[in-house]
Every structure is written in structure tokens, then in C-alpha cells.
């Protein structure tokens, strides 16, 4: 566990959320925040041991459903779209997105190439994009049914 959560609840029971490099750092934290007040999340990171790690903690310390991972390059064609509808539909919802991915070379700004700049730009700007995209019309249609019937879900 990275941290201890203090604030444990059902505040999010029945909720699924997705965590980009949610494996460690503040990714991992936000997890293991998530599950400790009942959601399920779905780790999306590129390292699998780790990912594989961050869900057996947390499913060992808050119940045995309450992680899963998705192991991948999010920069892939249709990585994103793969984790955000095989999510829906696997959980049968999806509820929270938090995009976490991301890293930073080391150095300075006058000794970064072209392509590590751009491969910045990619995790930081694209992939969050391309994941916004996927789930706005999962979250349009939870809009729409909440709308519809006068109460939040």
C-alpha cells in the first residue's frame, strides 16, 4: 500500500473508476483512495508487474473485487478505446476517469530532442483526449438517463 487511507466508506459503492498510471505515485494513491471507499477500479498502466501489484494490494486490503488492471500503451491505436468500452461493458458502467499517465525526461529543455518532447506532448495531451473522447458518450447517456429521471446515480 502506498498510503494508509484514513477516510474509508461506501460513498462510491457500486461505482467504476479508471486510473491512468494508476499503479504508483499519485496514480497509486488516488486507487487505492478510490477503492477504500468502494469503488472498483481499473488500473491502466504499461507496467504490468505493477499493475498486477497495485490490484493485489488493494484487493487484499479493501475485498477481492475491488481492482482490476488493464495492461497497455495508451499511446496504441485504440488503446484508449479498448480500456474505456472494454471497462463499460466488462463492469457494466463507468463512472470516475482520473488521467494520471505521464512522465517528464530528465535535463533541460535545450538538450530535449524533437521526439522526446513529443512523446511528452503524447502521454499529457493525446492520450487524455483520446480517453475523454471514448467515454463521452457513456457519460452523455448516464447524463441523459439522470436527466430524465430527476436523480443523480
Known amino acids: 500500500m502506498l498510503i494508509e487511507p484514513r477516510l474509508q466508506s461506501d460513498l462510491l459503492k457500486d461505482k467504476v ?22 469503488a472498483h477500479v481499473v488500473i491502466a498502466d504499461v507496467d504490468a508487474d505493477a499493475a498486477h501489484k497495485a490490484v493485489d494490494d488493494i484487493n487484499g486490503a479493501f475485498g477481492s473485487d475491488r481492482a482490476s488492471a488493464f495492461v497497455g500503451d ?34 533541460g529543455i535545450h538538450s530535449m530532442t524533437d521526439e522526446q518532447f513529443q512523446a511528452m506532448l503524447d502521454i499529457h495531451l493525446i492520450v487524455p483526449f483520446r480517453i475523454s473522447r ?6 452523455r447517456t448516464a447524463a441523459e438517463k439522470e436527466d430524465a429521471s430527476g436523480e443523480a446515480d
Open 17 to 38: 473508476a479508471i486510473v491512468t498510471g494508476g499503479s504508483r505515485g499519485i496514480g497509486g494513491a488516488t486507487s487505492e483512495m478510490l477503492a477504500a471507499n468502494g
Open 74 to 107: 495508451l499511446l496504441a491505436e485504440g488503446a484508449c478505446d479498448e480500456l474505456v468500452h472494454g471497462t463499460a461493458k466488462e463492469r457494466g458502467r463507468l463512472d470516475i476517469v482520473v488521467n494520471n499517465a505521464g512522465y517528464a525526461w530528465d535535463g
Open 134 to 139: 471514448a467515454c463521452a458518450p457513456i457519460f
